[in-house]
């Protein structure tokens, strides 16, 4: 069951049993991510941080918008799927990602980036240690995008998809209303997109400068 705040020891139990099918599972959500990758509008040579990066399905078109001379920071604190990104950068020899094996909070991220993706990150997201440690590692204006599941409103029969799916890919249902709202502080011109009949969102903005 869904505990009141996300759970580390849950979640890594969660993915440890996913690992193998997790690709085949959000094949459903690949257009979901496109767009989300597309609203960080990345340019050549830039760094983009790639939140609870999974096996790393993002990292093409995101290397795609960066070009040969940016780079991509993976971050998955989950070691079934971060050696799957392993083996996908090592299959594609890839010299611009690399990956970091620890939970978003904790991560010695140690670059300025230009941009920052959480796709299907609901747990990282309500973690506000976790989204302060990325927003510590962000320029002043880096674009910033969230997409995920979210509860599509009161009453709404959408939400009877949502259910299921949350259960199977979070460990903690608070602030699926909103899973934003902890970023959305941060950020200048935000504004939020929904999708696939109001069950998924797209967020997004640009870090307010100090």
């Known amino acids: 069951m ?5 759970d580390r020891d849950a979640a ?3 993915y440890r049993q996913r690992a193998a099918v997790y690709d085949l599972e959000l094949a459903l959500f690949e257009p979901v991510r496109r767009r989300a990758i597309e609203a960080l509008g990345l340019q050549r040579g830039q760094t983009v941080l790639d ?7 993002s ?4 290397r795609a918008g960066v070009g040969a001379s940016g780079h991509v920071l993976g971050i998955e604190q989950s070691p079934e799927m971060i050696e799957r990104a392993h083996q996908r950068v090592r299959q594609h020899r890839w010299r611009n990602v690399r990956l970091i094996a620890a939970p978003v909070e904790a991560a010695q991220i140690g670059v300025t980036a230009d941009a920052a993706l959480f796709h ?17 590692h962000l320029r002043p204006g880096a674009r910033i995008v969230a997409s995920g599941l979210k509860w599509a409103g009161r009453r709404s029969p959408v939400n009877l998809l949502v259910w299921p799916a949350a259960l199977h890919s979070v460990t903690s249902l608070e602030g699926l209303g909103r899973p934003w709202s902890h970023l959305q502080p ?14 998924v ?4 903005g640009n870090l307010r400068g100090p």
């Open 201 to 204: 969102y797209i967020a997004s």
């Open 12 to 14: 890594l139990a969660q």
């Open 120 to 136: 299907f990150t609901h747990d990282v997201l309500r973690r506000p240690e976790a989204v302060a440690n990325v927003l510590r």
């Open 51 to 57: 939140l609870a990066c999974g096996t790393g399905l």
């Open 59 to 62: 990292f093409e078109a995101l």
């Open 2 to 6: 869904p505990r009141a705040t996300p």
């Open 186 to 199: 941060a950020l200048d011109g935000f504004q939020v997109c929904n999708t696939l009949l109001g069950g």
